[in-house]
């Protein structure tokens, strides 16, 4: 490296992180502490490819955070390490399903993987999985196809697929094999899933318990240390984080987050400690971000319903019920001039912004009226009030939203 190298990377050199990736999402670490027994047991059962066998299929499952991910790419990894120094010819191709979210794209990356050229549209989906049995057919060795966050495939378009990657080996000669990882984070998605996929998916189960404070603690300092410059986290910025998360179900992700943005406010600061205020921030500005996401992504009387409930729980000070919510919510389309929905569909509504975790729904009985639905704000009203500003269509009615709510935001500008 010349000196100029030098003096630019000097200048350019964070006080607060020696390696600001390794607390993205993506990184995968090479030690995972706390993990020792899933990472034994993955192992064990993948293993079998090694001598030319099908490992079983593996059904996957926990809350999210809880290193499910993490644990498979590194094993998968390993495997194939170790593979490659043996010669047996053993692959593995990871798809995350959020991401390639069709029973199209799926196909089409396993087949990809396998140097299977696939246009990216044109073909029926059937057409792509005959192109990859045909490839399957024609070479020797194990493949081992992990499929994370198959919730979102299966939501969207049916189990069919994995149905039929399930029974891609009677479909195969000796030499050629195919196991499949499936994972979730969603446990309501194992109850809902065909007995039958399910029962083919899950010859293993393995389900990750979330971590306690004391293991994210470990797993936080683990990571920091390639993280941070020595010496920069006080002492009790690492417990907090973790206490913080493991009060959300021991979610790791979470802690590595408010570390990782803790570090960046103080880094946009220019100061150089990271202190446990800086963590109290990161959580609000995480929150933030979070609501923000949800909210932009509702349609127009999702946001309307949202607005009306963040009104009539004076900006979540109290509770509401379906009814006020109701009321609310025709004042604010007759405000703004737009076609309302039925009472039964605001209500179909609120149960989707409970799934959302923005709002919390109790059914209570109450005395002889029967039941009742009381609804709670589970979410900061100023940062629902800030992302639904963004949207043009509700500039009418936002200061009365504001106003209602008890609250008042700088307003953000559309991105
Ligand atoms: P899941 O897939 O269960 O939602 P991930 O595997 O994505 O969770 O883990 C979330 C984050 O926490 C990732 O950045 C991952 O590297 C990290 N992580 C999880 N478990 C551990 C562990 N035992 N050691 C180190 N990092 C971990
Ligand atoms: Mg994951």
Redesign the pocket.
């Known amino acids: 490296m010349s000196f100029i190298d030098d003096i630019f990377e000097r200048s350019v050199k964070s006080r607060i992180f020696k390696r600001r990736e390794v607390?993205?999402?993506?990184?995968?670490?090479e030690?995972?502490?706390?993990?020792e027994a899933e990472i034994r047991r993955l192992a064990a059962t993948l293993a079998p490819a090694l001598r030319g066998e099908r490992p079983n299929n593996v059904f996957i499952y926990?809350?999210?955070?809880?290193?499910?991910?993490?644990?498979?790419?590194f094993v998968l990894k390993k495997l194939e390490e170790k593979a490659g120094e043996l010669r047996v010819p053993v692959r593995g191709i990871y798809v995350n399903c959020r991401h390639r979210d069709t029973p199209y794209r799926v196909l089409a990356d396993i087949a990809e993987s396998l140097e299977v050229r696939v246009p990216f549209t044109g073909l029926s989906t059937g057409e792509v999985f005959s192109r990859l049995v045909k490839k399957l057919r024609g070479r020797a060795g194990v493949l081992i196809v992990v499929l994370?966050e198959i919730d979102f495939l299966v939501k969207r378009h049916g189990d069919d697929v994995l149905y039929k990657l399930t029974r891609i080996n009677e479909m195969l000669d000796g030499g050629s094999k195919v196991s499949i990882i499936g994972?979730t984070?969603s446990v309501r998605f194992v109850e809902s899933l065909d007995p039958r996929v399910k029962s083919s998916l899950s010859e293993e189960e393995m389900v990750?318990p979330p971590?306690t404070a004391e293991?994210i603690r470990d797993?936080l300092e683990?990571?920091a240390e390639e993280a941070f410059q020595p010496g920069v986290l006080d002492d009790d910025v690492i417990p907090l984080c973790a206490a913080l998360a493991a009060r959300e179900h021991g979610?790791?992700?979470r802690?590595?987050d408010l570390l990782r943005v803790a570090g960046e406010i103080a880094e946009r600061r220019g100061l150089d400690r990271v202190t446990r205020s800086h963590v109290m921030e990161a959580r609000n500005e995480i929150e933030r971000d979070r609501v923000a996401d949800v909210v932009r992504s509702l349609p127009l009387h999702g946001k309307l319903v949202l607005a009306s409930i963040v009104m009539a729980t004076g900006g979540g000070r109290h509770y509401t019920t379906t009814g006020e919510v109701y009321d609310l919510y025709l004042q604010l389309t007759s405000s703004i001039n737009i076609e309302k929905v039925t009472f039964r569909r605001v209500s179909g509504i609120i149960g989707e912004l409970d799934m959302l975790g923005l709002i919390v729904g109790r059914v209570t009985s109450r005395g002889r009226y029967g039941k009742t639905r009381v609804i709670e704000l589970a979410s900061d009203a100023e940062a629902i009030i800030e992302a639904l500003s963004e949207d043009p269509m509700l500039d009418g009615v936002l200061e009365v939203i504001e106003r209602r709510a008890g609250v008042s935001v700088r307003r953000r500008e559309s991105p």
């Open positions: 607390l993205m999402p993506d990184y995968v670490p030690v995972l502490p706390h993990r926990g809350l999210t955070g809880t290193g499910k991910t993490a644990v498979t790419r994370d994972i984070n990750f971590y293991q797993i683990a990571r979610d790791a992700r802690a590595l």
